[in-house]
């Protein structure tokens, strides 16, 4: 894959790469290491507002919460185009996708949440987006964000698109 | 280590390997990269049924959680071997555990619960059972479980027992 | 960057490596695996003592909370010490982060808590101490530390200070 397909994949699914949210801290989108791309957890942002807030269901109905963690993933894409500077040649499969669920003590839905980041992943990577994965509940994320999104991918260190 | 060898060491500690759960959406139950084996967070399911389901300790005392634990991470095994399609020649160690435990809000022994885990992987793959450990506790997790256990493998990329 | 480099730069911090914990179960510091060295969960421990215990804010204010992230990460550096025999010429970058915050319910600022373990790894390390990282809330932890840090960092396997 380069990065023409992947902007053409997303665009037949209606989306595009957004731009990735700066830190606010000594950390950092994305880092490669080891031949993996570690992402920094990612959260539902969307033109620097969060699309869901507060736990599911009580406050973010489960579809809705499906939406943001395939928003926050999207952002995660974001962060590793960023980290292979837009080489995606260099992209060899997704290994690993975290998703903490801001859950009310008695929902227990979190891999249904999940299927948003697993499904996006999926719909824009193809075979190479299937993945390893953690869904678990929280009681509170930051900024009180309804998921927030985690990635591993493995990656090549030199390019060749 | 070969197949062979682990199926006679689960066999002494009374235990088999058990069939791999089918994942209900586009990820994977392990996933090889980097030189390491992903191994999806597990759930305590045996036969399809969940062992233990709530918070301990007020629905799941901490021995049960244990014992949830520990079946957990031989889920886990089970993904693991799928990974390396029985080829256990090319495990070398496991490197982290995590363990994300159902937990009331005063209960503070998440540790002893995934002991459960750590002690497992030891007694069924020796020294190279060792392992990195975070240990939490959730409000919530899938289905109600009382715990979940994610799993991450070094495995030479080629075979050889 | 070897050891007496690491010493000196954390004196000036007014810091020392602190002794590692010795795990009480078959569970290790830090495991070396895939080029990358793994390291358990380290709770806010100085002199075998936690130095913040509850949930923030409520039994533990902010800043406190950003200086038990501090003091946690100092021990997983020392962990780092301890499975690469001292050689930081192994050392190459730190790659992720993982901050779990004993959290209140409403509290949704784990990113500021987080960035205790941040700016620590990056006064110490420089910009190889970058990583990606995760914050997110828990409504309870190990022996009811106010926060958990997990750290990955990339290293070669063979030294060369």
Chains 1, 2, 3 share one sequence.
Do not use: C
């Amino acid at each position: 894959m380069d990065k023409p397909q992947l902007l053409a994949r997303l665009d037949e699914l209606g989306l595009e790469l957004p731009a990735v949210a700066r830190p606010l801290a000594a950390y950092q989108p994305a880092i490669v290491g080891g031949g993996l791309v570690f992402v920094s957890g990612q959260l539902p942002l969307e033109d620097g507002e969060l699309t869901a807030v507060g736990p599911t269901p009580s406050a973010v109905p489960l579809e809705r919460a499906q939406g943001a963690a395939r928003r926050a993933t999207l952002n995660g894409l974001a962060a590793v185009d960023l980290a292979l500077d837009g080489d995606w040649g260099r992209f060899s499969r997704v290994v690993r996708v975290g998703v903490f669920v801001n859950s009310d003590p008695g929902f227990t839905e979190q891999h249904l949440v999940a299927n948003g980041a697993s499904d996006l992943l999926f719909d824009v990577l193809g075979e190479p987006g299937r993945h390893a994965r953690a869904a678990v509940g929280v009681n509170t994320l930051p900024l009180g964000a309804a998921v927030e999104v985690e990635l591993v991918v493995e990656a090549a260190v030199s390019g060749g698109a």
